[in-house]
């Protein structure tokens, strides 16, 4: 049976219902309380309690963006009131497209560092990841690149260093979903500093992606998880929340259903992925990765620039940075993908020959 026109469609339910999560004042305090447990607070405790005071009255009152200002020219109503954080955020991607369509400017390339390892902290110790990514960005700056690192470890080395867990709102509507994401800061609940918003001007200035990652229990480290849930408002993303009076589900539903253009923000820039282990799963692990980049409209930088090997295969962990000094093929290969990767960015850079890029999708999504 054939389902209704979109046309026919006016309104879509929205479905709620979940368990209520709102804390009690007494819970609200534990929980606050408990980022001060060092002895180094005490002498603090009227001081804790102002404070606790007004981060109260703001979780109570859902004080989500307490700091707006008039959106302005180039929203769909200029008049709309927009966090401020928001549009610091939105101007920073700006910046970036500028950046990178300067044609003068060296061939940008973000190397990404998937692993949690640090001796910052436990372990005390550095990933593979981490010489394998300092070994690429020589590479890439001798041939003249700019080289940007994001090295996602520091969310477990870094103090306050965070990134939040998507909310899921393009499965309620894609156009719910804003570019950059909308969701965070959410000062009411203090979630503050989400570190995504200094990412996402790194991905839209780069030409190529370089991703180096290790395998984490056949999957993807949390980090690198966490930062590819919230690169989803990249894909699809809608730039104007005032087209959906912020969060607003049944406007984000009608607008989608009304016909979505799914814009691909991050379209057109090459990529090369590096996936390490030591048992299972590196395999796995690059095709997921290849596969979700592609999705997003990113081009291969070709086969490659495409490795997932293993180090010290089923030999102790205690010797795996042995194993890797011993190991100089995969440095010749990991020399391989950044050249393949430096090339194609430079090719598509000036020169943009992305099969199929003029041809509509007959499934958007």
Known sequence: ????????????????????????????????????????????????????????????????????????????????????????????????????ADRDLPTRILIVAGAARSDQTCPGEVSKTSRLVAAAGDELRAAGCDVDVLDLSRLASEYGRVIYPCKGCVSTAMPLCHWPCSCYPNHGLGQAGDWMND??????????????????WYQAPSPLKLMMDRLVCADGGNPD??????????????????????PRHLA????????????????????????WLVDMELEPAGGPAQLDRYIGYYEPYAT????????????????????????RAARLRHRDDRAGKRLASPRPK
């Open 268 to 291: 057109g820039r090459a990529f090369g992925v590096v996936v390490h282990g030591d048992t299972a799963g590196t395999e796995v692990l690059r095709r997921i990765l290849s596969d």
């Open 320 to 343: 795996s940075h042995l194993a890797l000094d011993e190991d100089e093929a995969l440095f010749a290969e990991l020399s391989v993908v950044v050249k393949t990767l430096a090339e």
């Open 199 to 216: 990412i996402y001007p790194l991905w839209v200035a780069a030409h190529g992606i370089l991703i180096v990652t290790p395998v984490y």
């Open 241 to 262: 929340p005032t087209t959906t009076r912020g969060k607003d589900p049944q406007r984000a539903k009608a607008l989608e259903l009304a016909g979505w253009g799914y």
């Open 1 to 100: 049976m054939r389902g209704p026109r979109r046309h026919e469609i006016e309104v879509v339910e929205v479905r709620t219902g979940g368990a209520s999560v709102a804390l009690t004042r007494e819970e609200f305090r534990d929980r606050f309380r408990s980022r001060f447990r060092d002895p180094g607070f005490d002498e603090l405790g009227g001081a804790l309690d102002t404070i606790e005071d007004a981060a109260w009255e703001a979780y109570s009152a859902g004080r989500k963006s307490p700091r707006t200002r008039r959106a302005g020219e180039g929203y769909h109503d200029p008049e709309q009131e927009l966090p401020v954080d928001w549009l610091a955020a939105r101007a920073a991607i700006h910046r970036a497209m500028m950046i990178h």
